[in-house]
């Protein structure tokens, strides 16, 4: 619906400056900003763009007189509407008024790889996310702003703020490590580094789910594809904009601990006394020494402008990122500059874009993870004489027993990496309706490693100092051509691609060193010269190697609708990779997919509570090369471990194989059948989608042994494994509750997979299962591994001991496979599956209440039916070491002779189900004059969680080769404060 008024009156301005005056509202009456508005002479075709206010006002007012002159009205969410035949006339001033129609789900535009669609139009599993529905708080990756916010993405991070959130979309769909992260194609460029954009740039984020939205992708597309596209260069008046927010974290939850004096007590009732060095009547709680309340600030600020041929865009985001663990922290700094310009009535655009990022990484020893809970409590942190504390006679634990204090003031590490992303892009209108769009980009990476550990360090004790660096650069280059076609012939509309992309990475190009023996600590690794070597020092050189990738593909497309009513996609393409085995560098990645829109089909018609209902469905193939370099399937030489040959009066290490050949080697090849229902209900009050899928990977690569009659060595990385998974996705979003002051908007998504192994073997491999996750237990011998790979098993089921309770002496009992229990059943022939680490459910529930200028938003998210092996719980429930390390609280009712009470069994096995309140936002936007707006807010991260587990916190990785371990190197999750602000001139 459209509200128009046209005024006239007297104006003291120059006739050649003709202003014209409005505002834009929603249906409710409400001012809507960022509206872009074009005004375009409807005879010339010659146009200027500004865009609305916070309140919704806008104004131009270097309009020439005469006309007639139309105004374009757009907006992401809303329907775009154009007002028509207006013409300037001199000494008068035009106002207008526009009510903009909310868009449904079904109008909104969405990239797709290579071009959008509208949403009516897609035929495969895509979720769009904007950002008024991304997450918010202390967000160090783009990856964090999905969490919990599409059906079937499972996100997890700890609280360390270098790492990086693991993401797996739909299950597992390798047995590799770090295989099974989807690709990432951020502003058109195919596997550029997520690390280059700032959160506040990104304007939306497309997950493409199944294999007929990746297939375009080829043969890195098979554990899905994530959309990132970013703020483009700005239209009409400059614009400028400024975010930022100072946050306060703390430890949410940690394992309750004995005290020093609770653990004199214990050993004293077991007739038990510490020795000297480790009793100095303290009461030390380690946790508190090393952590503390980490400060946290972000800064974000946006310029854009243009004007009729040429526009330009600039930001600066600074991000500071205080670890609770001292010592530990991210510091990054990220400058981007974009620019359009437009030749030849528009038929020529060309982009330019800029993106440097620079990061800091301060990082703390792995060692302080269990050491800050099992350290003896009996002891200070430092001695009269000011040293710290120390046994260097001991190395009782997993990564030995040292102070934690110590580690983290006498180790130095730190990580600086350098990125730089250039990249250009050419559109040309050929013909009506034909577009040839190229892309080139080159992508540098830096990485720099530097450690340094100090005369006092006692992970190099006797080294009197000891540095090491390392300089690695990677690059990439790419080259996208394709042309667009898109054209209607009557009912029948038809959309064509074809394209060619030439990819090259060439990484490792670097070195590494090192050093020991200095004067002084005070340069730390700054001045390597400075060392002195004792004759017989052997310098680190680390295991650097250059290496070169090339990819190259052809792809192409075909969308065609007849009436908007009955949708068929079809796509395909040919990958060749240098990466893999010399018989299979090409592959072909097909798929094919159609959709029905129900809701427009004649019989509808009187239907009057369903806006829209799509069926649709497709099938394809993608695959997965993540991990391949230029060396993978070709036979290395290297070093013999323990392999020696004299010459010239010397033993020489002996060189020999060390990896295979394998000219067969490809890439895992996965396989989706998708079908899923979009409806629209009650004026799109009510939207939502199910999808139901059934993906089969194939080829899937394990190490097998063969005879090394037959191969130089005894290890071959071969395509022999395969499994499934299975699921069905639910999102639903409506608003109950919208007037003009109020309203309340909700939103939930459930996924439900189940993974399956089906096969391990084939003609020339056999293998019955494999064993991983050996983290080992004090004591405990024998045991190959406390997961298993096995066929008509999900990856990541456990395998271990059954607990079978204690006997009368107090000591731990297991079952045997007959079902016996005793003390004697330890042994690894003992060993059963006992649980397995993939959730039966993920789930997440938004919502977002506004009131006149307030709102108000809190997002809940969870897991269900998932297990977790709490190894870090068991290595502290030894209660016979406690006389060496501290044990848990919960430990001091074990018997102190139960020497087998810390061995991993299912009694660690735990639920690691959890509702988490995620984020609550409490926000009041200022009306201000003209085009600015202010917004302050307060939010709360980690608010609360409600679950049985008993370790620091349920959100264990759940991606990789060993989902579900919690194993002494958990960094604590964090609860947040914070405080921030929007500024928009």
């Known amino acids: 619906m459209l509200c128009l008024g046209m005024i006239g009156w007297a104006s003291p301005l120059l006739a050649q400056e003709q202003p014209v005056k409005g505002m834009v509202l929603d249906i409710s009456g409400q001012g809507i900003p960022g509206v872009t508005?074009?005004?375009?002479?409807?005879?010339?075709?010659?146009?200027?763009?500004?865009?609305?206010?916070?309140?919704?006002?806008f104004s131009f007012s270097n309009l020439a007189t005469g006309g007639p002159y139309r105004f374009i009205f757009s907006s992401i969410g809303f329907k775009s509407d154009t007002l028509s035949g207006y013409m300037l006339a001199s000494g008068q001033q035009i106002a207008l008024s526009i009510k903009l129609k909310e868009a449904s789900n079904e109008l909104q535009e969405v990239v797709i790889g290579y071009g959008k669609s509208k949403r009516n139009e897609i035929t495969g599993a895509v979720t769009s996310i904007k950002p008024d529905e991304f997450n918010r708080g202390v967000v160090s990756s783009p990856g964090q702003l999905l969490q919990g916010k599409v059906a079937g993405l499972n996100i997890t991070r700890s609280g360390n703020p270098t790492d990086k959130p693991a993401v797996i979309l739909r299950g597992p769909s390798s047995f590799r490590e770090g295989a099974q992260e989807p690709f990432y194609v951020i502003d058109g460029v195919p596997g550029a580094s997520i690390d280059l954009v700032a959160p506040d740039d990104i304007v939306s984020m497309e997950v493409l789910k199944d294999a007929s939205a990746t297939a375009i992708y080829g043969s890195r597309a098979a554990n899905g594809v994530i959309m990132v596209n970013t703020r483009n260069s700005g239209k009409g008046l400059g614009k400028l904009s400024y975010s930022a927010y100072a946050a306060s974290e703390t430890i949410s939850n940690s394992i309750d601990m004995a005290s020093g004096d609770e653990l004199r007590s214990y050993l004293r009732d077991n007739g038990k006394v510490l020795d000297k060095i480790s009793d100095d009547g303290s009461n030390t709680h380690w946790l508190d020494e090393v952590t503390r309340t980490g400060i946290s600030q972000n800064h974000n600020l946006n310029f854009n402008g243009g004007g009729e041929n040429s526009s330009y865009g600039a930001s600066l985001n600074y991000f500071d990122n205080q670890g609770i663990i001292k010592t530990s922290a991210m510091?990054?700094?990220?400058?981007?500059?974009?620019?359009?310009?437009?030749?030849?009535?528009?038929?020529?655009?060309?982009?330019?874009?800029?993106?440097?990022?620079?990061?800091?990484?301060?990082?703390?020893?792995?060692?302080?993870?269990?050491?800050?809970?099992?350290?003896?409590?009996?002891?200070?942190?430092?001695?009269?004489?000011?040293?710290?504390?120390?046994?260097?006679?001991?190395?009782?634990?997993?990564?030995?027993?040292?102070?934690?204090?110590?580690?983290?003031?006498?180790n130095t590490f730190q990580g600086k990496t350098n990125l730089y992303l250039i990249n250009g892009n050419l559109k040309a209108n050929i013909l009506n309706g034909l577009d040839f769009n190229a892309m080139v980009s080159v992508q540098s990476e830096q990485l720099n490693e530097n450690l340094y550990n100090n005369r006092f360090s006692m992970l190099k004790q006797g080294f009197n100092g000891y540095a090491e660096r390392s300089s690695v650069k990677n690059t990439q280059k790419v080259f996208e051509g394709y042309f667009n076609y898109d054209k209607s012939f009557g009912d029948h509309n038809l959309k064509l691609l074809a394209g060619y992309s030439w990819q090259e990475n060439r990484n490792g190009d670097g070195f590494q060193t090192s050093g020991q023996n200095f004067v002084s600590d005070d340069l730390l690794w700054n001045n390597l010269g400075l060392s002195n070597g004792n004759g017989s020092t052997v310098v680190n050189y680390g295991n650097n190697y250059i290496s070169t990738l090339r990819l190259i593909s052809f792809y192409g497309r075909a969308i065609y609708d007849y009436k908007g009513k009955y949708l068929l996609q079809a796509t395909i393409r040919r990958d060749g990779s240098s990466?893999?085995?010399?018989?299979?560098?090409?592959?072909?990645?097909?798929?094919?997919?159609?959709?029905?829109?129900?809701?427009?089909?004649?019989?509808?018609?009187?239907?009057?509570?369903?806006?829209?209902?799509?069926?649709?469905?497709?099938?394809?193939?993608?695959?997965?090369?993540?991990?391949?370099?230029?060396?993978?399937?070709?036979?290395?030489?290297?070093?013999?471990?323990?392999?020696?040959?004299?010459?010239?009066?010397?033993?020489?290490?002996?060189?020999?194989?060390?990896?295979?050949?394998?000219?067969?080697?490809?890439?895992?090849?996965?396989?989706?059948?998708?079908?899923?229902?979009?409806?629209?209900?009650?004026?799109?009050?009510?939207?939502?989608?199910?999808?139901?899928?059934?993906?089969?990977?194939?080829d899937l690569i394990a190490p097998y042994s063969v005879s090394t009659t037959q191969y130089p060595f005894n290890v071959l990385t071969a395509n022999v494994g395969a499994m499934t998974n299975k699921g069905i996705e639910f999102t639903l979003n409506t608003t109950p509750f919208k007037t003009k002051n109020f309203s309340w908007n909700t939103a939930i998504n459930l996924s439900h997979n189940k993974n399956e192994i089906t096969s391990i073997s084939n003609d020339l491999f056999q293998a019955s299962e494999f064993y991983t996750a050996n983290v080992g237990g004090r004591g405990q011998s024998g045991a190959l591994?406390?997961?298993?790979?096995?066929?008509?098993?999900?990856?990541g089921s456990f395998y271990t001991l059954r607990y079978a309770g204690k006997d009368a002496a107090g000591k731990s009992m297991f079952y045997d496979k007959a079902g016996n229990a005793s003390t004697a059943n330890t042994g690894f022939e003992n060993f059963e599956v006992t649980g397995s680490a993939q959730p039966k459910l993920l789930y997440g529930w938004n919502n977002t209440f506004r009131y006149k200028q307030f709102d108000f938003n809190f997002f809940i998210r969870g897991v269900y039916g998932n297990q977790i092996l709490n190894a870090t719980l068991a290595d502290m429930t030894a209660p016979i070491y406690a006389f060496q390390t501290n044990i848990a609280k919960e430990a001091l009712s074990e018997s102190i002779n139960d020497d087998k009470a810390q061995f991993v069994s299912d009694r660690y096995l735990e639920s690691g189900s959890y509702l988490r309140l995620d984020n609550a936002t409490?926000?009041?936007?200022?009306?201000?004059?003209?085009?600015?707006?202010?917004?302050?807010?307060?939010?709360?991260?980690?608010?609360?969680?409600?679950?049985?587990?008993?370790?620091?916190?349920?959100?264990?990785?759940?991606?990789?080769?060993?989902p579900g371990i919690d194993y002494r190197n958990f960094y604590p999750k964090t609860r947040s404060a914070i405080f921030g602000l929007n500024f928009n001139l």
């Open 37 to 57: 508005i074009k005004a375009e002479h409807e005879k010339t075709r010659k146009s200027t763009v500004t865009t609305s206010s916070g309140t919704g006002l």
């Open 331 to 410: 510091e990054r700094f990220i400058a981007r500059a974009n620019m359009e310009q437009r030749l030849f009535d528009n038929r020529l655009k060309i982009n330019l874009n800029l993106t440097n990022s620079n990061t800091t990484n301060d990082r703390i020893a792995s060692q302080v993870y269990n050491n800050m809970f099992t350290y003896l409590p009996t002891v200070g942190v430092r001695k009269a004489d000011g040293s710290f504390y120390e046994d260097p006679s001991r190395t009782t634990g997993t990564g030995g027993y040292y102070n934690p204090v110590a580690l983290l003031e006498n």
């Open 579 to 698: 990466a893999f085995g010399i018989n299979n560098r090409w592959g072909m990645f097909p798929s094919v997919s159609a959709g029905w829109n129900i809701d427009r089909e004649a019989f509808m018609g009187n239907v009057s509570f369903i806006d829209n209902l799509k069926l649709r469905g497709g099938y394809g193939v993608s695959g997965n090369s993540i991990g391949f370099d230029a060396y993978t399937a070709r036979l290395i030489y290297g070093a013999q471990s323990g392999s020696y040959f004299y010459s010239n009066g010397k033993w020489l290490t002996a060189i020999g194989p060390t990896q295979n050949d394998n000219p067969n080697l490809k890439w895992e090849r996965t396989a989706t059948l998708n079908i899923g229902l979009d409806f629209g209900l009650f004026k799109n009050k009510l939207n939502g989608s199910v999808d139901v899928y059934n993906k089969k990977t194939t």
């Open 785 to 795: 591994g406390y997961q298993i790979i096995r066929e008509g098993l999900p990856l």
């Open 922 to 962: 409490l926000g009041y936007t200022f009306k201000m004059k003209g085009s600015r707006s202010l917004r302050l807010y307060a939010s709360g991260n980690n608010l609360f969680i409600i679950t049985k587990y008993k370790g620091v916190d349920p959100e264990i990785n759940m991606a990789g080769q060993t």
